[in-house]
């Protein structure tokens, strides 16, 4: 065998013909490749592929020798065609830049990188063509291990990256507190967090578990919520996410596979949540003899004569009057005032709401002075009320005169804060809520300036409505 070899280089702007003539008279040889010249289209991915071709077609057989140089040039080219397509797809897509560029040579990596940091996924249509991205990405790349990436991604996502958080939740936010600012929520943070169940943490971990169809991962997110928080990495933070993915990605018969279904998903979320309570709470009471007792049990043990009242300990005890509607206008009232004293505004706002459902606990001691209170509380956040917080105010108002009783004098406050703002006909009507067994004097428009008072919705319907009919 006679063979004339030039320089070959991968990494370089050019290679040389090699040209090799075996003893039996066939040749083998690549394609005359100037990779700077074709680096800027598809003709250099075309070039690489005829090189892969011509190394592959032999007219007569060759000895182990010759077959081995030649398998080496074709493992060569088929890398060179790897990365070279990854960096077409991603320049493409405008995905080149310096992070995915130092991740070329190493696809899974780029792909975990995708995954993580490159996809919208609130946009649905975004997110099809992303994720379609990195299939084929991953199929340029010969990822036979996807799935097994798609995997370990999921369980990555799950653990949360706090572990001293807890995560309570009003299913009845009919008060729309979730969009309120952090101001609102500080003194709160110990106890109250949103279940994040359309967070974006959870959606990526929904998304990917549709493109991976093992069961394994929906058998290891229902033994997170069987397992004690302290024994799990992420605490109690990912036990939530667990349970958000359980019931977004799986249907009652997927679940019934591990004799599970949502209920019980929801069930064990609940004791998850309370059993962070009682850690919060300083309260030694196990998780399993918790769901075991009378909650209205509980919670008069827990208000005992001698208890030890701690802003943790007026919070458990109100949500388990929330969600047991525990109807104790007493029990209630202390625990109101203990909120008030924390300034657990955000619970204290619940607890008021479910006083005004129940007609029982419309006699609470002093519930038109704790109602006036937590406007107080509210209204005085806000320095400016400008367009974009206007709506925001206004709900708030909406909740004082939604007051099941009398306001009385304990509506002054409100009132005067109204007053101070030139709000004259919001502060006419919380006078009106305030005594509305009395006859209420007219209100003089002489003392309303239309362009700084807060016009409500209706106002502004019956308005245009007045206009249409004349």
Request: glycine content about 4%.
């Amino acid at each position: 065998m006679s063979s004339s070899i030039g320089v070959f280089s991968l990494g370089g702007t050019f290679w040389r013909n090699k040209n090799t003539t075996f003893a039996n008279g066939s040749k083998c040889g690549t394609a005359l490749v100037n990779s700077a010249r074709y680096r800027a289209g598809s003709y250099f991915y075309i070039h690489l592929s005829i090189g892969i071709a011509l190394n592959t077609v032999v007219v007569q057989p060759i000895d182990s020798i010759e077959r081995s140089a030649i398998e080496e040039q074709i493992h060569r080219l088929i890398t060179a065609i790897e990365r070279y397509s990854t960096e077409l797809i991603l320049k493409k897509n405008g995905l080149y830049n310096e992070k995915t560029c130092d991740l070329i040579e190493l696809p899974a990596e780029l792909v975990c990188h995708l995954y993580s940091n490159c996809i919208n996924w609130k946009s649905g249509n975004e997110r099809l063509k992303q994720m379609a991205l990195v299939e084929q990405l991953a199929d340029a790349n010969h990822l036979n291990n996807l799935a097994q990436i798609q995997e370990n991604l999921v369980m990555t996502w799950l653990i949360a990256d706090k572990v001293e958080d807890a995560y309570v939740v009003d299913p009845n936010d009919t008060m729309g507190n979730c969009d309120l600012d952090i101001g609102m929520k500080s003194t709160d943070e110990n106890e109250i967090f949103l279940i994040p169940f359309f967070d974006v943490s959870v959606d990526r971990i929904v998304y990917v578990l549709k493109q991976v169809t093992t069961e394994k991962i929906m058998q290891n997110l229902i033994s997170y919520l069987r397992r004690d928080a302290s024994t799990v990495p992420g605490g109690f933070r990912t036990i939530v996410r667990a349970a958000c993915v359980l019931l977004r990605a799986y249907s009652d018969e997927q679940l019934k596979k591990f004799h599970y279904d949502r209920l019980k998903v929801c069930i064990d979320l609940d004791a998850v949540l309370y059993g962070r309570l009682l850690d919060l709470a300083h309260l030694d009471i196990p998780v399993d003899t918790f769901r075991r007792q009378e909650k209205s049990v509980v919670v008069r043990s827990l208000v005992a004569p001698g208890a030890r009242w701690t802003p943790q300990l007026a919070f458990l005890v109100a949500s388990l009057i929330v969600d047991n509607d525990i109807e104790d206008c007493i029990l209630v009232e202390t625990v109101l005032n203990r909120l008030q004293a924390a300034q657990r505004r955000e619970m204290f706002i619940t607890l008021l709401t479910f006083c005004r459902q129940e007609k029982k606990l419309h006699r609470v001691k002093n519930l038109a002075m704790l109602w006036a209170r937590g406007i107080d509380w509210s209204l005085t956040r806000f320095e400016h009320v400008s367009e974009a917080l206007r709506d925001e105010f206004e709900r708030w108002f909406y909740f004082a005169i939604s007051c099941p009783i009398e306001g009385g004098r304990s509506f002054d406050s409100i009132r005067n804060i109204l007053r101070a703002r030139n709000y004259v006909v919001a502060a006419y009507l919380i006078g009106v809520v305030g005594s509305f067994t009395q006859k209420c004097s007219s209100l003089d428009f002489a003392t309303v300036n239309p362009e700084r008072e807060l016009v409500f919705k209706w106002v502004t319907s019956a308005n245009d409505r007045v206009l249409t009919n004349v």
